[in-house]
């Protein structure tokens, strides 16, 4: 009896001593498996962490980059003519590649208004200019000579392929120079024109009025008729009413483009001098005067300006 009771304590004890084993192993399985778990759990949670951190810096990074937007736009608060977030733009259209009538396809972010279709350098430049002062721009096709009286009432700014000068500089303000130029002859090609001499003996040497080119014509004494647009002038120089017209370089290059019994002499052949173009403006709003010189120094600083000038001068094209 006594050998039984120890018999089924020695078995009760191995199946303890089994079901022991059992649970170690069991709990040791457990235990990877919850370790496992929680490497798991942590890497997430630092991917986590470090996928917000990355977003939480890149959106620091817009929000710094907007506030130094916002804290480079010029302030036109203090601007007579452009607080109100329009900026009127006289110029006169014949006078390619720096303005011109076009075919209605050029199209404008900036310009609102442009009843004409002009289009050309000086327009592309001042729809730029719109652009990163943040206004609408309006374009008002006038009169050259009645330009500078226009400013401060019809118009905010002149830009107009307009040569700056002493004269001009006592009634507007000049932006910075944005293009030299000089002055050239326009004449047929069967013309012995050849130099300063032979324009004084001309007997009608048309120029557009207000022009420096009137100017220099008055100023060598020649027979000048003036006429208001370049256009005329050329017109008549076709009809042989002109012996010749004095214009700018470039445009006179465009019109040769336009009218292909027509040649150009260089202004060197004249003696004449070296021009700089600039936006004029009223003499009574620094602020706007300062902005638009910030803006073209900010063209030609970034490209834009040479973009703009390859597209429009460097590659005219007559239409």
Do not use: H, W
Request: with cysteine.
């Amino acid at each position: 009896m006594k050998n039984k009771v120890i018999a089924i304590v020695l078995a009760a004890a191995a199946a303890v001593s089994v079901a022991a084993c059992g649970t170690s192993g069991t709990d040791t399985a457990s235990s990877a498996a919850a370790s496992s778990a929680e490497t798991t759990s942590a890497a997430s949670a630092e991917e986590s962490t470090v996928s917000s951190a990355a977003a939480e810096s890149a959106a620091s990074e817009t929000s710094t980059a907007e506030s130094t937007s916002s804290e480079a736009a010029i302030d036109l608060s203090g601007s007579k003519y452009l607080s109100d977030g329009v900026m009127t733009v006289a110029l006169n259209s014949t006078f390619p590649p720096f303005e011109y009538v076009g075919d209605g396809t050029d199209t404008f972010d900036a310009i609102t208004s442009n009843e004409n279709n002009v289009t050309g350098f000086d327009v592309a430049m001042v729809n730029e200019i719109g652009k990163r002062l943040g206004v609408d721009v309006e374009i008002d096709d006038m009169d050259f000579d009645g330009i500078i009286a226009a400013l401060g009432t019809k118009a905010d700014v002149a830009a107009t392929g307009m040569t700056i000068t002493d004269e001009r500089k006592e009634a507007v303000n000049f932006s910075d120079p944005y293009y030299d130029a000089t002055q050239a002859v326009l004449v047929k090609n069967d013309s012995t024109v050849a130099t300063l001499d032979d324009l004084k003996a001309c007997t009608s040497v048309g120029c557009q009025l207000g022009t420096t080119g009137e100017t220099v014509a008055n100023d060598n004494g020649l027979a000048v008729n003036s006429v208001k647009s370049f256009n005329q002038a050329v017109v008549d120089l076709e009809n042989g009413k002109n012996d010749a017209v004095v214009i700018d370089q470039i445009p006179g290059e465009a019109f040769t483009k336009q009218y292909t019994d027509l040649k150009l002499l260089p202004g060197s052949d004249f003696n004449f001098e070296t021009e700089q173009y600039g936006i004029a403006m009223p003499k009574d709003d620094e602020v706007m005067l300062n902005a638009i010189n910030s803006a073209l120094q900010a063209m030609k600083d970034d490209g834009t300006y040479d973009q703009l000038l390859d597209q429009y001068v460097n590659n005219y094209e007559a239409e």
